[in-house]
Structures are given as structure tokens and as C-alpha cells.
């Protein structure tokens, strides 16, 4: 069986709005992102560039923003298996955030896909299917920590 997409959502006590901001402001990703990346640019706009050190596999990440519809809609392409490399369909997954009203809170959805077709070279295996499985639900709980954090400010 060959699988292609993680879907893994959680629910934020926070409005859209302010989840929007922890997600696409380049001082809050560089917080949920932390634990494995450095944001060194964040072009926030379609085409726009989001370069990524990995400092702990000594590498440069290149991602190209696809989507920018605030507060509803962030997704970029990017190409974790290929560091220094332009993602494109081949090369990359697709990493797509969405955001939807809750009531007083927000419903936060983070789907990557692209996996079917991606060739994964040796020794980079960390960047497959079952490792991001794995790290979206800490990441996800990152983002509502802080959101949650800055809601109650």
C-alpha cells in the first residue's frame, strides 16, 4: 500500500485570526518551528520563498509559498529530502494549513501530500511518510500552546 497524504487536525482556544498570525508571522513560526528548524526568510506571498536551516542535519531547506488566503488558507511546497534544492511536484511535498471558525475557537487542519511519488534518497529517511506522521501532532500542539499563550495576553 503506498500512502500519500497526512491529514492531522486540533482544535485551538483561539479565533482564526490569531492562529493565522502563529502561523504565517516568520517571529511565531520560528517558535512552533523550533524544535528542528531555523526560519531564515519568510516572503509570505505566492511564489514568495520560506528558507529553513536544519541545523541538526546541517542542511538548507527551500520552500515556495503556493497559497496565501488569510486568515483561511497557507500552504507551501518544499523539498525537505533534496536540501539547497527548488522544490517542485518531484521533488517535494505540499504542506497546506487550514483554519475554520469553532465557535470561540479554531479548528487547525495540516494536510502534507505528495508522498506516493516522492523517491527519498538513502540516509534521509527521517523526511518519509511515517516520521512526518509522526512530528505534525508536536508541531500542531506547539502552534496551540502558543497561540493559546498569546490569546490569553
Known amino acids: 500500500m503506498t500512502v500519500d497524504r497526512i491529514e492531522k487536525d486540533i482544535r485551538v ?5 490569531q492562529v493565522w498570525a502563529v502561523i504565517t508571522e516568520r517571529k511565531h513560526m520560528e517558535e512552533w518551528l523550533s524544535r528542528g528548524f531555523i526560519v531564515k526568510e519568510l516572503d509570505l506571498r505566492p511564489g ?14 527551500l520552500a515556495r509559498i503556493v497559497t496565501v488566503d488569510p486568515p483561511h488558507v497557507f500552504s507551501y511546497r518544499w523539498a525537505e529530502a ?16 487550514r483554519l475554520t ?25 527521517y523526511v518519509g511518510f511515517e516520521s512526518h506522521s509522526r512530528g505534525w501532532p508536536v508541531f500542531l500542539d ?12
Open 48 to 61: 514568495g520563498l520560506l528558507l529553513l536551516n536544519q541545523e541538526s542535519k546541517n542542511a538548507t531547506l
Open 101 to 125: 471558525r469553532d465557535g470561540d475557537a479554531t479548528v487547525l487542519q495540516v494536510t502534507e501530500s505528495g508522498y506516493a511519488n516522492l523517491a527519498i534518497p538513502a540516509g534521509r529517511e
Open 13 to 17: 482556544a483561539a479565533s482564526v485570526e
Open 142 to 153: 506547539e502552534i496551540r500552546t502558543r497561540t493559546e499563550e498569546l490569546a490569553l495576553k
Open 82 to 97: 533534496y536540501p539547497g534544492a527548488e522544490p517542485t511536484e518531484e521533488n517535494s511535498t505540499l504542506v497546506e494549513f
